[in-house]
């Protein structure tokens, strides 16, 4: 299998701006760690792709974002976070969730999450991160994302996003295909450039039947991009990998103040903390917790 890639461009004189993401690999990866259903799948797929295409729009190494959807539907909330490198980890609320497929007859991204609200949180070095929260329009996520962009950001956008899951020859579920691209248009653009690609989005098929159908998200792109010139066009590598690391995880016992890690100390005398992105255990013994008891 080809590695997940992210490829970006302008088109017609920079008044175009795309961003197209292959993540076939990562989303399996995500599946796998988290052995999420496959309409948790599509819901943790769709996101984690759209994280790896904003990742793009953070300009510093230690930039990072976290994307947060939060509804009254039964996964509960789809979390994503990305560096500026397009390494991205997330986690669904209810990962076993299982729900009969929509009207369209297709997996119920949807009616998984329900009604709630988009969060993205942009830790950009600031004093502050910089939050944008708006209502869930769909809670299928591109159309929410696109809502995003417009309110938040005043960007004109279309982001299409999918995740095919079916079984593989073992009959286990697996990851056919995933990927996405996001459509911008900045100030310049004419309403016939307009016209144009609504009409080109509005025929052209969904992400993963082409994908399935053994296209690239370049060759996608090239086909809604054809006739305007295409330049500043780059490819980088995108994944899933998590950050997590003991450190990090003393940090959280730490925050737990001395009162509740005296507790730990003297009854049970050890810790154990899971990362909820890549579900790697750090276990923390009676000595490595008094340690840090005698440092805060």
Request: hydrophobic share 35%.
């Amino acid at each position: 299998m080809s590695k997940d890639y992210l490829y970006s461009a302008v088109a017609a004189n920079g008044v175009i701006r795309v961003i197209g993401a292959e993540t076939t690999n990562l989303v399996e990866k995500a599946m796998t760690i988290h052995d999420t259903s496959p309409v948790a799948t599509a819901a943790l797929g769709r996101v984690l792709t759209v994280s790896a295409i904003m990742s793009r729009g953070l300009k510093n190494d230690d930039d990072s974002m976290t994307i947060q959807f939060r509804g009254d539907g039964p996964i509960g909330c789809v979390v994503a976070v990305t560096d500026a490198f397009a390494n991205v980890r997330g986690y669904v609320g209810n990962p076993n969730v299982d729900l009969p497929l929509n009207a369209k007859g297709k997996l119920d991204v949807g009616g998984a999450i329900g009604k709630g609200y988009l969060s993205i949180i942009k830790d950009l070095g600031l004093k502050e991160p910089y939050q944008g929260t708006i209502p869930l329009v769909s809670g299928e996520i591109a159309e929410d994302i696109s809502c995003y962009f417009a309110v938040s950001e005043q960007v004109p956008s279309v982001v299409s996003l999918g995740v095919l899951v079916g079984p593989g020859d073992d009959e286990r579920n697996h990851v056919v295909c995933a990927g996405g691209f996001s459509l911008q248009l900045m100030p310049g653009a004419t309403e016939e450039l307009i016209s144009v690609l609504e009409e080109r989005v509005n025929k052209i098929a969904s992400v993963t039947t082409l994908l399935k159908e053994g296209k690239t998200i370049k060759e996608i792109i090239g086909e809604l991009l054809e006739g305007y010139d295409v330049t500043d066009e780059t490819e980088t590598e995108c994944g899933y990998n998590c950050s997590c690391s003991k450190e990090k995880m003393e940090k959280a016992l730490v925050s737990l103040g001395r009162g509740e890690l005296e507790e730990i100390i003297s009854t049970t005398g050890e810790a154990e903390l899971t990362c909820q992105f890549c579900r790697t255990s750090h276990k923390f013994d009676k000595n490595e917790l008094e340690k840090i008891l005698e440092e805060i």
